[in-house]
């Protein structure tokens, strides 16, 4: 139950870090100096204490917005399993996961179309879009994960494949963790579909949406995000390669645990900051094509589990 | 019954030669000729059955079809002012053709039953193949020839074809059916005289193929 | 008894031709349609509860006792119906006085010609009967001083009477046929007497085949099986609307009737019942698909109601010549069900025709609101022509299904329901293209309030009988299904 | 007896209805009759569905040819009724507050009558136990709702729209007893419980199952609206009076799931695999079908019938996978929990017909209630309402929310149940399944993804940002009776979503009784639901909604704690300079643009851009967008058909040309050609 919960404040803790982190790691690879790594805590803090502005327009779905969005974040940090495979799995598994962040994706563009502003509309129709090409890759990912595993609870997951072995990598989990690693590249806004630090109109998505938040609002939005970024990011590390991962209370195993995290974390960090400097963003209409590539990288994953599995 | 046999062939010639007259008149006086053999094979046929009550059948054969129904279509004829051209729609060599056909067919379909054994015990079976052909022809004079007047004959020379058939097969039919019929037949010829009138005044003419204002 | 009933309307013909006084001949020819229930009624009581009467040339049996019920019935309606509308044409001018009586006249002329179908133990006599069906609705056919009608009178009489000697000879070639084994008499057309299994073994299978198909060919004319139902559609649009719905739902009937007596007599005899069956359903499904299309290009409604006729004819035809007893049952039911379904819908053209002027469907429009009760009516009638619950055509359609897919004829149970949609689709589009929209500018509200008092009731029954079948009328059914299947009662 | 009185209840409603017509009273009695035998159909079914045994009433038999007339509620049927009468008693005290509008416009005797005939012979689809009185019972409610939908029939498209459906209802009907009594030809009688002694005939060949099986499912695909039948769907619905179309969405549509489970699982038994597999790819594309035409419309009720295609969609989907799982099973009994998984599936769906019931109704109300209040149907012309109509804004966010399938509502619940079921269909070593299935969860995600966009655009076009017309800025908020219903609805939605494991529990019983295997016991673990295989996976909604209100506090107060309490100015919406007209806003049609452009184009959607030139190449004059949905399968599927029907009635209409001597000939040909044949 302690771990459980540390776990989940080490998570909510790291998040802003991340971001930093590929903040700064993108500065370094463009040839800037780039921010403190510890900016983004800077920033909410600084945010937290500012007065919001909003829209006279708007209505109570733009106020409960954040405040929703947070919770939800929350609730889905509490069933990955950082260091240690125990989680409050209780609650719900994978399946559920996904629709916790779907509540945010609902409540963010429903909010984003409450001030009646040209930008947030246009942020919303795209982040639907977005969201919307990228669910199936995402489902089909973890169905080979559960078919691999065989669950969907997310401690379980870790814990079958990390007490399995390194046999269980195989085509299709790579193949699934390749499309995953698309689907969170579109989930999280990041390059090549959305570009993070933009605030040019035609190309925000991400950005047009919380463009009327101000203050606390902006503060929680901006916080959701980036913990829904490292969210996503745990469970790339601890869904699909959940080796290392601690099984068990044992302080030495927990430990690991907590090293083989930060390494899998560094790695996943290096490489989106990797791709936003290499790549650059890619107009709206051809993000299909990228999409589809995930998508046919994830049926290639369940099809391959099947021939090979049976086989 | 040679007797019978040649009446019968009379009868269905009489009928051909009423496809090929080409004056409505001329139609007319065949179609007299036509009931009266008709009535002259009832007779014969009573003769030779000794059935008693075909004899009133004969009588009245030639004085309603032989006489009263004639002159009632003359009057018609003469009061409209009928065109004295029938007007055939199928030319008149065709037409020939095609009762040649109409009789092959006839005896084809019939052939089945006279040759039987068994079947029919009448002394006239050899005249079913005839009388249906005259009935084959009637029909295709209805539908060969324009004018109201023609296709009253063509139905009648059909009803004379099914009498005969009557006579061939089972010596005609119980007497209060043939009553009845010869009553039915009378009255359908009035009126349908009586239409033609009406046709005439409505449209001038009793060319029956102008009556094409009912389609879809 | 039965010469009573056959006497009232014969009468009644004769005593209405002196009359001058609108009211007093329009009084004379309700009494005596009501009488003439009233003797269809006790006779087929009598029918129902002691059996078979049989007076020599007279017969009943529940069969003609069904056909009697509906022609008294029908005729009821109509004669009530034609009270108010012949006498708006006489009010309006379109006829006079003597037309008026005239149309009375012949109007029960007309009645008692079909009354003597149904009660004739003699086939000749049937035939004679049905002939006479012709000669006396020729007149009512042409009782306009239009062309068209002229027209249709015309053919309505030639195409009959053709059809009818050619039904003649079959009643000929069947005489034939029996008179060898039955002798001279007339008994030997009679029909109860051939109905003897012995006789019906006897009797010579070539010429009863022969005679099957003029018989059908013949009286088929006169029912309206495609393709020798030209003349229904002119002779239905053009005859004043309670005779359209009297040749509709009745006079067919009297024909189909003449047919089923031959059936019956062919299906017990040697040849088997597979071949009348078979005739029976080619031309029953021929007339189905003939009328499906020309209801789809329907103009005019009368005319629509008439292939709607022809298609109902081959219902039945269907039903009977499926031979399943379910199917037949089936048959049997439709009769009735049609028969009160097309009385209902030409009672509601007539009083469209009346109002509207137009016998054209595209110029009549907004039924509803001119004319709310009718509007019900007829989409009510609508509906139930096409076989929709909760109305009787529904279950008596699903019967002759069920029948045909009992004996697995697939391929005519998929034809049947193939065609059926289609007239739905195409009766409804129809229908929906008069009734609702806005209407013209013309007077507005119902023609008389008492002709929709008068369609409420039809619209009823059928809905009614579509529910709850009365255990007489089940009982009939039954007794009449197992004359088909075979059983002499 | 409790059946004799709700049948007679709804009876009196119509006929009071008719009595009372243009009184007063006319417009509450006949409802009140509604609600009452609603409520009584709950009491009734319950104790059926709680296993205290069948209630059965015998009705005059019609004749003895055509068996015993009887009404049958077993727990299918109790389940679908107690569904069926939530929905009905909400619609019914809706409709005393709604139908005001209609009041001096259209006959409201009429409404009443037709509203009890409909919703009793809904009742009695669900429990005809006879294939005759089933087919009546049947036209019965497709002509009574197609009067219904033809209510305000002064307008065209009503009319039009009605007729369509009546005509595919009616073939659809066509292809229903053609099964039945295909079905009737192997046990003799009518009775649906003779039919269910069809699974049992080994000697029955696969052909004439899998015939029986086809016919059912075009006759009840098209009342289901299954792509392509679907046709008529989204005509109807939106044509008929909202509180109709929230009966036909929720309830009607049902009454095919209701028979295919019944027919397919009960009287036939599910042989082959491939039925499973058929209804499992149509449901797919139904659902994605249904999802992008609903994404391309902007009028409301529009958007909401093509939305109940999607869902219906995904009930079927669930029917398909428990069909294959249960024809497996049926034939190889080694594979570990086959029979518990068809099981789930089935649960799935009988789980979503509920919630889709729920929210369908609850969604199509609020339309109502929006569409009265602002006079138009196009969403375009909204927007704003939710300020003006706060407590109809928000019963309808939380029908939003469970169609999107947000947790732990009861569409969340349905689906996470479906999705369990499809990802343990990995025991089956099928190639086909093995293909279908993963594409199943694919078009299942994504539908369910785009279904979230589109709810997303309508409750943000409709009750967000500025109003974009008069009407809409002057909406008043909906009577009394009308929130009071939607209330009921809303608070089911959540609460059927939060206690989904008492709700799993109920409807076990109910496929238990339909496939044999319970699964309640592997499932249902105090406040958990999981797999029946014994820990694949589970989800405990109750905890979910513990989690987010211990949260939601928590997340506020530490906000605040932090940097001060919140302070809020109002100000503006950022207009980069210019100030904003409603005119400024994203459309709706412009919100569902990226969408429509990758997807629309499969579905016949066309949208064009013109510009009118100006003096400068780069800014024109004038642009104008335009889009349009090509039916694509009205103009390809539907209008060959009619046109080939029309086209060969021409030539055929060439016989009757007029001429006597042509009539004559008909008959003279047809003679000589029998009198040849037959000789």
Known sequence: MIIELIQTFLLLALAPLVTGIIRSLKARMQGRKGPSVLQPYRDLLKLLYKSSIRSRDSSWVLSIAPYVCMAAVIAAALLVPVIYTGTFGLIGDLLLLIYLLAIVRFFTTLAALDAGSTFGGMGSSRELFISSIVEPTMLLSIFTVGLISSTTDLGGISMNMASTGLDLIEPSLLLAAAAFFIAILAENSRVPVDNPATHLELTMVHEAMVLEYSGKDLALMEYASMTKLLVFFTLMANIFFPWGIATSMDPIALAIGLLAYLVKISILTLAIAVVESSMAKMRLFRLPNLFTMAFILSLLAVIAYYILGVA | ?216 | MIELLLLIPLVTTFLLYPMRHKRAVEAISVLASLITFAATIYLAYQVYYHGTIDEGLLYMDALSTYILFLIALVGLVANLYSVSYIGLELKDGTIGKSKLRNFHLFFHLFIFTMILVGVSDNLGIIWIAIEGTTLASAYLVGFYDRDTSVEAAWKYLIICSVGITLALLGTVLLYASSVNILGGASDALSWSTLMDPTVLANLDVGLLRIAFILVLIGYGTKVGLAPMHTWLPDAHSQAPTPVSALLSAVLLNCAMYGILRFHLIISGSAIGPEFSSNLLLLFGLLSLATAAAFIVLSKDYKRMLAYSSIEHMGIIAVGFGVGAPLAIMGALFHMLNHALTKTLLFFGAGNILQRYKTREITEVRGLVSAMPATAILVIGGALAIVGCPPFATFISEIMILAGTIMEGDLLVAALYLGLLAVVFAALLYQVGRMVFGDAPDMEQGEISKWRPVLMVPLLAAIGILGLWMPNVLETALEQMTSLFMGGMT | MLFVSIILTSLAGALLAVLLNKRRAGMLIPYIAAALSSAMLIVMSAPVLLGHGDVILSLPTYIQRLGEFSLRVDSLSAFFLIVMAIVTMCVSIYSVGYLREYENKYNLGRMGFLFNIFILSLCMVFTAGNAILFLIMWEIMSVSSYFLVIYEWRRADSVSSGLMYLVMTHVGTAFIAAAFLLMWTQTGSFDFTSFAGIREMSELSGTMRSGIFILLLLGFGTKAGLVPLHIWLPRAHPAAPSNISALMSAVMVKTAAYMIIRCCFGFLGVTEVWWGLLVLLIACISALVGVVYALAETDIKRILAYSTVENMGIIFIGIGAAMVFQAFSNGDSTIPYLADIAALALVASLFHVMSHALFKSLLFMGAGAVISSSHTRNIEKMGGIGRRMRYTGAFFFVGALSISAIPPLNGFIGEWMLFQSLFLSQTIGDPMVNILIPAAVAALALAGAIAAACFVRLYGAVFLARPRSDHAENAEEASNSMLGSMMILASLCVLTGVLATFIVRIVDKVSASVLGTSIASKVVGGITLSTPDGGFSHISPLAVVIVFLLLLPLVYLLSNRLGGPQRIMREDTWDCGTPLGPRNQYTATGHSQPLIHSFGRYVGVKSEVSETKSSSPLIPARMKFHQEVEPVFERYLYRPIHRAAVELSNRIGWIQMGSIQAYLAYIFVTLLVLLVVFR
Not at chain 2, 5 to 26: E, H, K, P, Q
Not at chain 2, 101 to 122: K, N, W
Request: charged share 10%; with cysteine; hydrophobic share 60%.
């Open chain 2, 1 to 216: 019954m040679n007797l019978i046999d040649g009446l019968a062939a009379t009868f269905l010639l009489i009928a051909i030669l009423a496809v090929a007259s080409g004056r409505v008149l001329s139609l007319v006086r065949l179609y007299s000729l036509h009931s009266i053999v008709l009535g002259i094979t009832a007779a014969a046929v009573a003769a030779l059955t000794n059935a008693g009550h075909i004899y009133i059948v004969a009588a009245l054969t030639i004085a309603l079809k032989g006489a009263l129904i004639p002159w009632g279509l003359r009057y018609v004829i003469e009061k409209i002012g009928v065109h004295r051209e029938v007007e055939p729609l199928v030319p008149l060599p065709v037409s020939l053709l095609i009762c040649g056909v109409l009789t092959a067919l006839s005896f084809y379909i019939v052939q089945p039953i006279v040759t039987g054994h068994d079947i029919l015990e009448t002394i006239t079976k050899n005249s079913l193949p005839m009388s249906l052909a005259v009935i084959f022809i009637g029909f295709f004079m209805m539908i060969a020839r324009k004018k109201a007047i023609t296709q009253i004959i063509g139905l009648l020379i059909m009803e004379n074809g099914l009498f005969m058939a009557a006579y061939a097969v089972a010596y005609g039919m119980p007497l209060i059916v043939e009553l009845g019929v010869f009553f039915d037949i009378l009255m359908a010829a009035i009126i349908l005289g009586l239409l033609a009138f009406r046709i005439n005044r409505t449209f001038d003419t009793v060319d029956t193929t102008i009556l094409r204002r009912l389609h879809d």
